[in-house]
């Protein structure tokens, strides 16, 4: 890597956090409930255990090859073409991921702020900030991040506190009622909302000490799990689980009815909308920064900087191919649960494989 070791645990941890928490944050009580009613914040829970179990993975495996990414040491525990197969594949999904990103984004905008402005306006403005940035090195991205984490968790954590005051929990009983079935796929649908934390596979290269990387994870994992669990909570202990089958936002809508006390400020969805902005920056920011940098490594490219801009075309048309926002919601629910095949199933299946390696080569040196 060109960058020097220069990121801390903290640094680390709060990447994965801003890059966590999205644009997903939107359209997540809906998701949840969809899938366990009532059981919204349980469906939550669940998901939240998957994403950590595949971070956990993902980080193991990284620690292990603390000098390399996931696109160069699965070459080396696969095989030259086999790994530079897979990591097409990983390329590709975190190109789709950037551009359903940018258009949810799009969407969000120009129905509720900007709605004179043309969607293809705010989707490329927002692709154009992420590929100037993602022209900058890795100690940089990590200052960006470090630097935004404050602004992202603060206001939304006191929208939540605020909103608490008008719940009723009654609306979250019974905490588990939905089958096996529908919780379980929609356990998946909020884990896929974790997978921009697949980051961690290049950040660990750059960290001063990649032992700590699991701490960093841990971390990252309970502060934006947390939050999501407070999210769904509050909106379904509101709203009620009738009631947000009818929103594509919920969480905006959270934002819309809670206000300062004293009616300070009796609308807190402007503020929330602003955070919301750099908190969809940031990860649009991450998955662009990590495709660039996976396909110079793929292609043994020495700069990344003339791929930003290569790719920006590409990854616009994809974002404007869904028609309505009802195909786009879909193809992100089907995008994101194949995803994992990319996020979790193929790092256990590297983690295997190098682990059975490595004992073969213990042994064969005894």
């Given at each position: 890597?060109?960058?020097?070791?220069?990121?801390?645990?903290?640094?680390?941890a709060?990447?994965?956090?801003?890059?966590?928490?999205?644009?997903?944050?939107?359209?997540?009580?809906?998701?949840?409930?969809?899938?366990?009613?009532?059981?919204a914040?349980?469906?939550?829970?669940?998901?939240?255990?998957?994403?950590?179990?595949?971070?956990?993975?993902?980080?193991?495996?990284?620690?292990?090859?603390?000098n390399?990414?996931?696109?160069?040491?699965?070459?080396?525990?696969?095989?030259?073409?086999?790994?530079?197969?897979?990591?097409?594949?990983?390329?590709?999904?975190?190109?789709?991921?950037?551009?359903?990103?940018?258009?949810?984004?799009?969407?969000?905008?120009?129905?509720?702020?900007?709605?004179?402005?043309?969607?293809?306006?705010t989707?490329?403005?927002?692709?154009?900030?992420?590929?100037?940035?993602?022209?900058?090195?890795?100690?940089?991205?990590?200052?960006?991040?470090?630097?935004?984490?404050?602004?992202?968790?603060?206001?939304?954590?006191?929208?939540?506190?605020?909103?608490?005051?008008?719940?009723?929990?009654?609306?979250?009983?019974?905490?588990?009622?939905?089958?096996?079935?529908?919780?379980?796929?929609?356990?998946?649908?909020?884990?896929?909302?974790?997978?921009g934390?697949?980051?961690?596979?290049?950040?660990?290269?750059?960290?001063?000490?990649?032992?700590?990387?699991?701490?960093?994870?841990?971390?990252?994992?309970?502060?934006?799990?947390?939050?999501?669990?407070?999210?769904?909570?509050?909106?379904?202990?509101?709203f009620?689980?009738?009631?947000?089958?009818?929103?594509?936002?919920?969480?905006?809508?959270?934002?819309?009815?809670?206000?300062?006390?004293?009616?300070?400020?009796?609308?807190?969805?402007?503020?929330?909308?602003?955070?919301?902005?750099?908190?969809?920056?940031?990860?649009?920011?991450?998955?662009?920064f990590?495709?660039?940098?996976?396909?110079?490594?793929?292609?043994?490219?020495q700069?990344?900087?003339?791929?930003?801009?290569?790719?920006?075309?590409?990854?616009?048309?994809?974002?404007m191919?869904?028609?309505?926002?009802?195909?786009?919601?879909?193809?992100?629910?089907?995008?994101?649960?194949?995803?994992?095949?990319?996020?979790?199933?193929?790092?256990?299946?590297?983690?295997?494989?190098?682990?059975?390696?490595?004992?073969?080569?213990?042994?064969?040196?005894?």
């Amino acid at each position: 890597m060109e960058d020097t070791k220069e990121v801390t645990t903290v640094q680390a941890a709060t990447t994965l956090i801003s890059t966590i928490i999205g644009v997903g944050v939107l359209p997540l009580p809906l998701f949840a409930v969809r899938a366990g009613e009532t059981g919204a914040p349980f469906v939550t829970l669940l998901g939240i255990g998957i994403a950590a179990f595949g971070l956990f993975v993902v980080t193991k495996l990284g620690t292990r090859h603390s000098n390399k990414t996931i696109i160069t040491y699965s070459e080396d525990i696969i095989g030259k073409w086999l790994g530079r197969f897979f990591s097409l594949f990983v390329i590709l999904f975190f190109t789709i991921l950037t551009a359903l990103a940018a258009r949810e984004f799009g969407a969000v905008v120009i129905s509720a702020v900007l709605l004179e402005t043309p969607l293809e306006i705010t989707v490329l403005v927002m692709l154009l900030l992420a590929a100037i940035s993602a022209r900058n090195t890795m100690n940089t991205f990590a200052y960006i991040h470090n630097f935004y984490i404050p602004i992202i968790l603060a206001p939304v954590l006191i929208i939540v506190a605020l909103s608490l005051k008008n719940a009723n929990f009654l609306y979250v009983r019974p905490f588990i009622a939905s089958g096996f079935h529908d919780s379980f796929f929609g356990a998946i649908t909020i884990a896929a909302l974790f997978q921009g934390s697949f980051i961690m596979t290049l950040i660990i290269p750059s960290m001063k000490n990649p032992k700590s990387a699991m701490k960093a994870s841990w971390w990252a994992i309970f502060i934006s799990g947390g939050l999501y669990l407070l999210l769904v909570l509050a909106t379904v202990a509101i709203f009620g689980a009738e009631e947000i089958k009818k929103l594509y936002w919920p969480t905006l809508e959270l934002a819309r009815t809670t206000s300062l006390p004293g009616n300070i400020l009796q609308r807190l969805d402007v503020i929330f909308i602003s955070v919301w902005v750099i908190a969809v920056f940031t990860t649009i920011f991450a998955s662009y920064f990590f495709t660039i940098h996976s396909v110079k490594q793929l292609f043994r490219l020495q700069d990344h900087k003339m791929l930003a801009y290569f790719l920006l075309p590409f990854i616009f048309i994809l974002a404007m191919l869904p028609q309505n926002i009802v195909q786009l919601y879909d193809v992100i629910q089907i995008a994101g649960r194949a995803g994992l095949i990319i996020t979790i199933l193929f790092p256990m299946f590297l983690f295997m494989i190098d682990v059975l390696k490595s004992k073969r080569r213990k042994k064969s040196e005894s």
